[in-house]
């Protein structure tokens, strides 16, 4: 491992640490020269041009995030991936290390800031991958002022992109990012994917997995989960490649509520390193997009969320009718519940390089378990989905604003067999617990419309989705959180 730059640690002599300070530039929070200089491996570019190549060196211990940001004098309750993202400098494709040397906890606010390093990185790694860039000057850039290299990213797609030609959005729409702004994105999907989604006819779709890390049984106030990290046995869904899978309500259910055997730890610990097949909702969404948090939840959009069912060998397991609310479970502020569904703009085109639906999202602060209170859900909308059903309903996530969502409900859950019957929801107010996600009928829709038969459109330039937001119900609550005690 080298350094970029050489720091003393006044610690060792016995003086006082210096805090670490943020630089500016302009709007943008830089990295302090002297705590973060940046730190990288000894890797070639095949290795890091190779796909997985991060999942093989990501490491970073919540000590070591926990001390990154008390060298930065960011407060605990702020230090989390709701406020700043523990970021590699020199990002793991650019061949940097989880030395503290390269950590720094990079605010998402003020932009630009966390997500927009990371569209430089993704456009860093493919200028070195395509030689267009060495890995000396990508890693030099993006260690002493990421934000200037960012600039000159977009100058760069600017002037290659000069040439083209747009279409102006109709005026109902709302304005997509510029050529230079958006050739950048946050997420991508692959055309075989969404395809597959449409044939399948089932919101609880089952993907076969080869499984490796596995997180310990989260508590209740968390989300009473444990995640699973896997990749597709073949093909790709997209970009972050990662896939997680998590059953619902493992810490109030021993594995014979599913089916198995022992416990939790002992029956994930089995099937590391097996092929399996796991059903349940295809969740796309961004907030693990970046900032990485152990091998069990890599960098990922593509969920199995809540995961309904595995298959492993001769291990069987119904997550099902686990799929339920218990008191005390979190969620998200009303504030942010209510920004996600009101602001949040997603854009797709295609890319022709790469073969990959792209996508970059806009506005909102999102999260991922909310609860909204359904003011009016419209019977005529309710429609069998395969697997569950779907409806459009009025919601309030903050008890003020009132807004159009989105609802699924999976089988065989108690949510479920009430949207079934019509919504028949219990009690005369309807309190509704569940997760936001990216709603992929809504992607279909936009890039699959009816009347085109088999042909998918390739938009080369940014195309709104409207309604891009829908939320998978586990069930109903009593307690409305935008409500004192």
């Known amino acids: 491992m080298r350094r970029l730059h050489v720091s003393i640690v006044f610690a060792m002599l016995g003086m006082a640490v210096r805090a670490a300070e943020y630089r500016m530039d ?35 211990p919540a000590a070591v995030k926990k001390q990154v940001c008390e060298e930065y004098r960011v407060p605990a309750e702020r230090c989390t991936g709701a406020y700043v993202e523990i970021d590699h400098l020199i990002s793991l494709e650019l061949g940097g290390s989880n030395d503290p040397a390269n950590l720094w906890p990079q605010p998402y606010q003020p932009k630009p800031g966390a997500r927009e390093k990371d569209r430089l990185e993704n456009w860093l790694h493919r200028q070195v991958c395509d030689g267009v860039m060495s890995l000396v ?3 030099q850039a993006i260690a002493e002022d990421w934000y200037s290299a960012y600039r000159r990213m977009l100058d760069a797609i600017t ?37 597959r989604l449409e044939s399948g006819h089932s919101i609880q779709p089952t993907l076969r997995l080869k499984l490796g890390d596995h997180s310990g049984v989260h508590k209740l106030s968390d989300d009473c989960e444990l995640h699973v990290a896997g990749q597709l046995e073949r093909g790709t869904l997209g970009w972050p490649e990662a896939v997680v899978s998590e059953p619902p309500n493992v810490c109030k259910n021993a594995p ?22 796991i059903r349940g909702y295809p ?48 969620a998200i502020s009303p504030s942010t519940a209510a920004s996600c569904i009101g602001d949040r703009k997603l854009f797709v085109r295609y890319d022709q390089r790469q073969k990959l639906y792209v996508f970059r999202e806009e506005g909102g602060r999102c999260g991922n378990f909310a ?40 089988a065989p859950s108690d949510a479920d067999k009430a949207l079934a019957q019509g919504g028949g929801f219990r009690g005369d107010r309807v309190l509704l617990h569940g997760l936001f996600t990216y709603d992929y009928f809504a992607i279909q829709r936009t890039l699959h419309p009816r009347g085109t038969t088999g042909f998918w459109l390739q938009p080369t330039d940014w195309a709104a989705i409207r309604f891009p937001l829908a939320f998978v119900v586990f069930g109903q609550t009593q307690t409305a959180p935008w409500e004192g005690d």
């Open 137 to 139: 000057d990508a890693q």
């Open 371 to 410: 609860i909204v209170e359904v003011q009016n859900l419209l019977a005529k909308t309710i429609r069998d989905v395969g697997d569950g059903h779907s409806a459009i309903a009025r919601v309030s996530a903050d008890g003020q604003s009132i807004v159009t969502l989105k609802l699924y409900t999976l």
């Open 283 to 330: 969740r796309i969404f961004t907030e693990h997009a970046s900032g990485a948090s152990g091998a069990s939840n890599p960098n990922h959009v593509f969920e199995v969320h809540p995961a309904t069912g595995m298959t492993c060998g001769q291990t069987r397991l119904d997550f099902g009718s686990m799929l339920t609310v218990y008191p005390g479970m979190r």
């Open 159 to 195: 002037f290659v992109g000069a040439e083209r030609t747009s279409t102006a959005p109709v005026a109902s729409e709302p304005a997509a990012p510029t050529d230079a702004e958006g050739a950048a994105y946050d997420f991508a999907i692959s055309p075989e994917f969404l395809q």
């Open 26 to 60: 302009g709007p943008a929070n830089l990295n302090d020269l002297a705590t973060t200089p940046g730190a990288t491996l000894s890797v070639s570019i095949g290795e890091l041009c190779t796909p997985g190549y991060t999942r093989t060196v990501r490491n970073v």
């Open 256 to 277: 014979s509520a599913a089916g198995g055997r022992g416990d939790w730890m002992s029956l994930f610990d089995g099937v590391v390193g097996s092929t399996c097949d």
